[in-house]
């Protein structure tokens, strides 16, 4: 019977530090660091962290594993990022939301050029790419709670996958590509869609319905688990590839916007905060 208890009282005590390590947030950049607009984590295959609207509106913050921090690209005049992401040589490719484009950097001479601007654009919020370098983007119209989903080819053309939808904001591959994840933020649904090797999409289902909060960016892990932030909840739900709510992870800010998976093992997290105007961390 001893034994037994005690066997119970160490898988309680295990389950107990494994949910306060997973739920342990710090600050990874200082307070308002950023502006309102703080978003669009992504981190390259040199450990660095970039997160666009750093110090101000209209630009790309660089940051190093050990914090060290810089103005990495001042965007054209009319040019605000909400995403970042990057292609198979490394470039990066930010969905601008005031410009009505997809812009394309390139990391060692910093010079930014438009990959795709298209007028049937609404203002594109966020956008994922599979290993052929094909986007899918969301585009929200946040004025009549409305959006799109766009796939953008190699070649930077445009085309329309769906309209009508709700106010299309996070977005993102499971790590097979075969799945496309699409949340509308005010409906707060998470739809599923498969994925055909050439960028079609199919078989559109609901994922998962959420009953309270917002819907922000969402990326998977390397076992494809989803993971969703909730603006105004201050935490990331995170969803089994069932559709299954298996945990939840604080965050002190209340305004999670987006996060990003990093570190040499690829479980380092960082959490973008609009309130704080801030990165937060912790390790998954």
């Known amino acids: 019977m001893k034994k037994n208890l005690y066997i119970l009282s160490a898988l309680f005590l295990a389950f107990s530090c494994n949910i306060a390590r997973q739920i342990s947030t710090s600050d990874f950049t200082p307070l308002n660091s950023f502006s309102q607009n703080c978003e669009g984590p992504a981190v390259d295959r040199k450990g660095q962290l970039y997160v666009v609207n750093y110090q101000k509106d209209g630009t790309v ?50 010079a930014v050029s438009t990959f795709c601007h298209d007028i049937r654009f609404n203002q ?45 904001n996070g977005i993102e591959l499971s790590p097979d590509e075969k799945t496309l994840y699409v949340n509308e933020s005010i409906q707060r649904n998470v739809w599923a869609y498969s994925v055909s090797p050439d960028g079609q999409v199919s078989n559109k289902r609901l994922f998962f319905h959420f009953d309270d909060h917002g819907l922000d960016g969402m990326k998977c892990d390397r076992r494809g688990n989803l993971y969703v932030t909730r603006w105004g909840g201050g935490k990331i739900d995170v969803l ?8 939840s992870i604080s965050t002190q800010g209340k305004q999670v916007s987006n996060l990003a998976f990093g570190g040499p093992d690829g479980r380092t997290v960082y959490v973008t905060l609009q309130d704080r105007k801030c990165v937060e961390t912790f390790r998954n």
């Open 124 to 168: 594109p919020n966020d956008i994922c790419i599979n290993r052929q370098d094909v986007i899918f983007a969301s585009d929200p119209n946040w004025s009549n709670n409305t959006g799109q989903l766009w796939r953008i080819d190699k070649n930077g053309k445009a085309t329309l996958l769906e309209s009508g939808m709700g106010t299309t």
């Open 240 to 247: 089994s590839p069932d559709g299954k709510l298996i945990k």
């Open 61 to 110: 913050g660089r940051f190093q594993p050990d914090g060290k921090a810089e103005v990495f690209v001042t965007l054209p005049e009319g040019s605000t990022a909400n995403a970042i992401r990057f292609d198979s040589r490394g470039d990066l490719l930010l969905a601008d939301f005031s410009g009505h484009n997809i812009l394309k950097i390139n990391p060692e001479t910093r």
